[in-house]
């Protein structure tokens, strides 16, 4: 299937505190905040306006997932198959400014997708953004309350390709037309898990576990090296509960027409979350940010 997400987009999360969320996203990872208003806080790893807004609202949650769309017609096209689906349309207008169209669609097994045009570049000199701890937006962690369902309808209307699955969909990991390994990844539950970025280098992740000691916090899990996506992965909580994770080395598939999906068991001995062998604390399987209309 011919491919309609070029990457990933941003990540929208509704908080009472946007600029407290962005200073400590700041803080721990290099993320620059690119623009501050009284209703919401934009951060980006990049050129890009946003890769993490932070909507001021009551309540805590994600609002939406966003995916950048091949172009334009993209938008319409999804607009067409998630009403033709039956999907829930929630918005024809991106949430975020700065992006010229968008629809945004609850999935009935829990996830809010906003498929969107391409987000606005800043015009930063190059060393505003070199040598910080993260430079891309890499991927997004999600839950699903049918992930088997989840499966058929982001292959089916998304036109995501399946990179790496285990054997009963208790992880799956889906890729666009980028190559990165995956964009988003699903497992049994109903949520967002985390929202992760790529580094410059391993050296990153260890500078974010120094941040967060210097504040008197610590990592969530890690480091270890993921299975899938062979990337080298570490995880902290946010002031929001959700749960960051700094990733360097993710996997590229340059092969996308022949590539055929590992399948993996899982069980602690694949050593699929860690091939290195640790297992995940049971606070890091328990935390979860529901998504919010
Ligand atoms: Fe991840």
Redesign the pocket.
């Known amino acids: 299937m011919t491919h309609l997400i070029r990457q990933m987009g941003y990540v929208v999360i509704a908080t009472p505190d946007p600029d407290g969320s962005a200073r400590d996203l700041a803080d721990m990872t290099g993320v620059r905040i690119s623009r501050s208003a009284s209703d919401a806080t934009y951060v980006s790893s990049n050129a890009r306006f946003c890769d993490v807004a932070y909507l001021r609202e009551n309540r805590r949650g994600i609002r939406a997932v966003g995916l950048e769309a091949m172009d334009e017609g993209v938008v319409d096209e999804v607009y067409r198959r998630a009403k033709s689906e039956g999907l829930t349309i929630l918005a024809d207008t991106p949430l975020l400014p700065k992006v010229k169209r968008a629809v945004r669609f609850a999935t009935p097994f829990g996830p809010i997708f906003e498929v969107h045009t391409p987000i606005a570049r800043d015009d930063l000199p190059p060393a505003s953004t070199n040598g910080k701890r993260v430079r891309r937006l890499e991927?997004v962690?999600l839950r699903a309350t049918d992930p088997k369902g989840f499966h058929d309808l982001v292959t089916r209307l998304l036109g995501m390709k399946l990179s790496d699955r285990t054997t009963n969909y208790e992880r799956a990991w889906y890729r666009c037309a980028d190559g990165f390994h995956h964009t988003f990844?699903c497992g049994p539950g109903n949520g967002m898990h985390?929202y992760?970025f790529d580094a410059h280098g391993l050296y990153d992740l260890a500078g974010v576990a120094d941040a967060l000691v210097a504040k008197g916090r610590s990592l969530l899990w890690g480091i270890g090296r993921h299975g899938p996506g062979n990337n080298l992965?570490s995880y902290y909580l946010d002031p929001n509960g959700c749960v960051v994770?700094v990733?360097f080395g993710l996997e590229r598939i340059d092969n996308d027409e022949i590539y055929e999906p590992g399948n993996w068991e899982f069980n602690s001995a694949s050593n699929v979350l860690d091939r290195w062998g640790s297992q995940p604390p049971e606070a890091y399987g328990k935390a979860l940010t529901p998504f919010v209309m």
């Open positions: 991927h962690n990844a985390h992760a992965f994770e990733s």
